[in-house]
T-cell receptor, first 115, second 111 residues
């Protein structure tokens, strides 16, 4: 049981380049989330999904797109990377079926630098 | 607006007790979480409160007062491995799935 995995772990991009971050979970969770974490700031929600084929905007969605074509995968895309998107990105998943708390399980993070 | 406040850093001694406070102002409330995050790692779930009062879980306890918008995390018998950031987070009741995180309190445990 791998839990939540993220690919890649590290990436350096040039301004204007695009990339996709992949999140996968093997816990059959309904809900998945993408956050960014910057020094001195809390985790900020970018986009989230309450089920396969559905996505919704979080606090800071601009510059990002997401897709959830399969229940176990949640993809985060950067179409044209900017230095302001330099951050650590965490994916998380949760379920109300397996826990009354619906607490979130986090992946190990992707450290992205945009030059 | 939505706001969660917690101290930036705290230092405590091995074997002691430390209390990390969190105050919040959110548009809705559907539970408060505490997560632990070691440097360079992912956050992991510690505790959940939705009703007023104290929840105890081994060396860790968490308290909630909804009327005061206040919570604390109490760590007893501190160990060096407790050196980490502690994130207070409030689940928004409006959407049901959004969780607002505080910036975290970095705890240093010294020998």
């Amino acid at each position: 049981n791998a839990g939540v995995t993220q690919t890649p772990k590290f990436r350096v991009l040039k301004t204007g380049q695009s990339m996709t971050l992949l999140c996968a979970q093997d816990m059959n969770h309904e809900y998945m989330y993408w956050y960014r974490q910057d020094p001195g700031m809390g985790l900020r929600l970018i986009h989230y999904s309450v089920g396969e084929g559905t996505t919704a905007k979080g606090e800071v969605p601009d510059g990002y797109n997401v897709s959830r074509l399969k229940k176990q995968n949640f993809l985060l895309g950067l179409e044209s990377a900017a230095p302001s998107q330099t951050s650590v990105y965490f994916c998380a998943s949760s379920s109300t079926r397996t826990s009354a708390y619906n607490e979130q399980f986090f992946g190990p993070g992707t450290r992205l630098t945009v030059l | 607006g939505q706001n969660i406040d917690q101290p930036t850093e705290m230092t405590a001694t091995e074997g002691a007790i430390v209390q990390i406070n969190c105050t919040y102002q959110t548009s809705g409330f559907n539970g408060l979480f505490w997560y632990q995050q070691h440097a360079g790692e992912a956050p992991t779930f510690l505790s959940y409160n939705v009703l007023d009062g104290l929840e105890e879980k081994g060396r860790f306890s968490s308290f909630l007062s909804r009327s005061k918008g206040y919570s604390y995390l109490l760590l007893k018998e501190l160990q060096m491995k407790d050196s980490a950031s502690y994130l207070c987070a409030v689940r928004d009741s409006t959407g049901g799935f959004k969780t607002i995180f505080g910036a975290g309190t970095r705890l240093f445990v010294k020998a």
